[in-house]
């Protein structure tokens, strides 16, 4: 049974930080690419950020320069450490993770940035 457990969710005030997890287990296939999307209310699921297994990161462009996306492989957990956080980074937070046979996603983590 593959699960992708997120955590660091919650709410928080306007310039603030959180730092999100992902846990796997299960994942059986080699991991390529493990990385963090979301959504907000009303919008589409988009990218925040990705790590590949050889430590290629891409981030979507209006949180670079202030999320950080690492890993632990041995772990086979991804962080995702947000900074500098404004409302417009509300939204549900998912875990994704690509192997070589299919993608895996969490449920999600609800992250609120409000005052």
């Known amino acids: 049974q593959v699960q992708l457990v997120e955590s660091g969710g919650g709410l928080v005030q306007p310039g603030g930080s959180l730092r999100l997890s992902c846990t796997t287990s299960?994942?059986?296939?080699?991991?390529?690419?493990m990385g963090w999307y979301r959504q907000a209310p009303g919008k589409e699921r988009e990218l925040v950020a990705t790590?590949?297994?050889?430590?290629?990161?891409n981030y979507g462009a209006s949180v670079k320069g202030r999320f950080t996306i690492s890993a632990d492989n041995a772990k086979k957990t991804v962080y995702l450490q947000m900074n500098s956080l404004t409302s417009e980074d509300t939204a549900v937070y998912y875990c994704?993770?690509?192997?070589?046979?299919?993608?895996?996603w969490g449920k999600g983590t609800l992250v609120t940035v409000s005052s």
């Open positions: 299960g994942i059986i296939f080699p991991i390529r690419v």
């Open positions: 790590r590949t297994s050889d430590v290629n990161t």
């Open positions: 994704n993770v690509r192997t070589t046979h299919r993608d895996y």
